[in-house]
T-cell receptor, first 115, second 111 residues
Framework: NAGVMQNPRHLVRRRGQEARLRCSPM?????VYWYRQLPEEGLKFMVY????????ESGMPKERFSAEFPKEGPSILRIQQVVRGDSAAYFC?????????????FGQGTRLTVV | GENVEQHPSTLSVQEGDSAVIKCTYS??????FPWYKQELGKRPQLIID?????GEKKDQRIAVTLNKTAKHFSLHITETQPEDSAVYFC??????????FGGGTRLMVKP
């Protein structure tokens, strides 16, 4: 089991470009969570998805940000028209279910730098 | 929604001493409380967790206690070693919901 895989590990975008971050959950996991971590800060929840469904997107900005988790393939976090304030580490985590006491495993993260 | 407060934000101890990090949460429906360790530039890794039906759990030098009435839980690290130096995050989760993290504690263990 390869664990939660995120790519790319590092991504540099100019202001106004689009950023696409990918997350492949652990085998058998159908729940994916995206978190953002600003430098020297904690992990802030963005969005929670199950296959083909967004369960909770209360932490995701209403504009420019979107997420999906299609039936086939990885979960994608998409940031349109990036700004310098989007520079952060983006982590995804996966779990087999959302039941009590289900451990969430984190990927290595994607470090986005907007120049 | 859930709100998790974590203290202290930084903690410096001498090698061999104990370290204690405390967290409080707001939502009484939360029932799962993991602790993560994050080294510089790396992913958060689960080090110990506790469920709402348990008051204390221990794993070698690490222990966690939970007081559901007071809505707080603590991480205890005994006999600290330099490799324990990292940022530690507590989190709380309501059933079927996402993890809400505390702000983190930067632990520095001086040799």
């Amino acid at each position: 089991n390869a664990g939660v895989m995120q790519n790319p590990r590092h991504l540099v975008r100019r202001r106004g470009q689009e950023a696409r971050l990918r997350c492949s959950p652990m085998k058998g996991h159908s729940h994916v969570y995206w978190y953002r971590q600003l430098p020297e800060e904690g992990l802030k929840f963005m969005v929670y998805l199950q296959k083909e469904n967004i369960i909770d997107e209360s932490g995701m900005p209403k504009e420019r940000f979107s997420a999906e988790f299609p039936k086939e393939g990885p979960s994608i976090l998409r940031i349109q028209q990036v700004v310098r304030g989007d520079s952060a580490a983006y982590f995804c985590a996966s779990s087999p279910t959302a039941a009590e006491g289900t451990e969430a495993f984190f990927g290595q993260g994607t470090r986005l730098t907007v120049v | 929604g859930e709100n998790v407060e974590q203290h202290p934000s930084t903690l410096s101890v001498q090698e061999g001493d104990s370290a204690v990090i405390k967290c409080t949460y707001s939502d009484s429906a939360s029932n799962y409380f993991p602790w993560y360790k994050q080294e510089l530039g790396k992913r958060p890794q689960l080090i110990i967790d506790i469920r709402s039906n348990v008051g204390e759990k221990k794993d070698q030098r690490i222990a966690v206690t939970l007081n559901k009435t007071a809505k707080h839980f603590s991480l205890h690290i005994t006999e600290t070693q330099p490799e324990d130096s990292a940022v530690y995050f507590c989190a709380a989760r309501e059933a079927g919901n996402m993890l809400t993290f505390g702000g983190g504690t930067r632990l520095m263990v001086k040799p």
